[in-house]
């Protein structure tokens, strides 16, 4: 009998809980005590959390740390196109041999006890970290913070508070200030945090518990401001002021995610060097990605050719103001949304600035609205909407019509990760 591959054992642990979120951390510390506790072991801890930004800003400080010649463990949720892409061991995505092996470890400490799939392959990371060496170890959180599997490092060396909003009510809180206090639930003990521009609701949250566990902060506003200038971002803080170039990540939004990763970076005691670095090498798929080369580039023929995984009402309104930013040209989008998710409040602010949108459902992703269903809320908001069987055939039906045009894939990461595997 052949040895099992990592699809054949992440498939064996989506069995092990009948739920795929499912807060809490007992499940999570029984099994790092099983495995002699590899989250005592881990490279200095950068933990992040925020409703948006989180991956982009840790990108950036790991572009950063790398161009300054440091070798960083990187884990990020969910994937695109490969379970690999989540973990990023020293500087390169796992092996399939290494990732085999490490979750096989993990599905047999775990003795078929219950536990879900993001705790468990949450565990495996920390594991493969641990036994790894590096200088730093980057972690994502998945969902909240307070009660997130990445929250079990009694002492990283920075926290990181991207910017918060309304996301994932049935699980963190209908307010801000709910949703902020599980964010916040990151903060520990005497450890700095960055905090990235924030609601006063949330803000207040945070500083409170930061106050209780008197925990630095480096708050945007307070300690640290940013701006553009000619075409460059321009980040003061409370050891000076840094000229750098603009990110290679797209749009406004993306200066504040790396005003806050330059702030980040400052507070690890790095210099212009590295803040430069993480500005030229920075790269994170599918956050208004332009795609130049693959089959679905092929179909687009003449057309431009652009993909975006953000999926809530504040991702709505930074790809409006993307969209707007950019050359004007007839701009159409193709939209697949989950049914956990605010989709007129993620249109609403898209509507002003796209021409139609066509609806498709995300392939085999159960929680999928169909197409039909997300036509119906285009319409809602005044976007004018059809549907289309999938993303290839929506190109087609568009560039038919407006064969220059814009064209931007939206809606869910899920649907990104699906788009870059079909384009190879």
Not at 132 to 159: M, S
Request: one cysteine or more.
């Amino acid at each position: 009998m052949s040895a099992p591959t990592s699809d054949v054992i992440l498939d064996r642990m989506m069995a092990l809980h009948p739920k795929i979120i499912d807060l809490t951390l007992d499940r999570v510390w029984r099994l790092l005590a099983a495995l002699d506790h590899p989250e005592r072991r881990l490279p200095g801890v950068i933990h992040l959390a925020g409703t948006n930004g989180k991956g982009s800003t840790q990108a950036m400080i790991r572009a950063g740390l790398e161009g300054a010649g440091k070798s960083v463990h990187a884990y990020t949720s969910p994937h695109l196109a490969r379970f690999h892409e989540r973990i990023r061991l020293a500087g390169a995505l796992i092996s399939e041999p290494a990732l085999t092996e490490v979750l096989d470890r993990c599905y047999r400490a775990n003795g078929g006890e219950n536990i879900t799939y993001f705790e468990i392959t949450t565990v495996a990371a920390l594991l493969a970290f641990a036994e790894t060496p590096a200088d730093y170890t980057l972690l994502e959180t998945g969902l909240g913070g307070r009660l997130d599997a990445t929250n079990v490092v009694d002492q990283p060396a920075l926290t990181v508070i991207t910017p918060i909003s309304i996301d994932h009510v049935q699980f963190l809180g209908d307010t801000l200030a709910k949703i902020a206090g599980e964010k916040a639930g990151i903060l520990k003990r005497g450890v700095p945090c960055v905090v990235g521009p924030q609601p006063d609701e949330a803000l207040d949250v945070i500083e409170a518990r930061a106050a209780r566990l008197g925990a630095p902060l480096l708050v945007h506003g307070q300690h640290w401001h940013f701006h553009e200038e000619r075409g460059r971002l321009v980040v003061q803080d409370e050891t000076g002021l840094l000229d750098l170039p603009k990110p290679a990540l797209i749009g406004r939004h993306q200066m504040e995610n790396a005003a806050a990763a330059v702030v980040a970076l400052r507070a690890l005691g790095y210099g212009e060097e590295a803040c430069v670095a993480a500005m030229e090498n920075v790269t994170w798929p599918a956050r208004m990605q332009r795609l130049k080369t693959g089959p679905l580039v092929a179909a687009a023929g003449e057309a431009e050719l652009w993909l975006d995984g953000g999926h809530n009402p504040a991702a709505g309104e930074m790809l409006a103001d993307v969209l707007a930013g950019l050359p004007p040209k007839p701009t159409h989008l193709i939209c697949g949304m989950l049914n956990t998710k605010d989709v007129t409040g993620y249109m609403r602010p898209l509507a002003a600035v796209a021409d139609s949108l066509t609806a498709v459902s995300i392939p085999g992703e159960p929680n999928t609205i169909p197409a039909e269903d997300t036509a119906e809320f285009a319409q809602q908001v005044r976007l004018g909407a059809t549907t289309a069987p999938d993303v290839e055939a929506a190109i087609r039906k568009i560039t038919a019509d407006h064969p220059g045009a814009r064209i931007l894939i939206c809606g869910s990461l899920y649907l990104a990760g699906d788009v870059l595997k079909q384009n190879g």
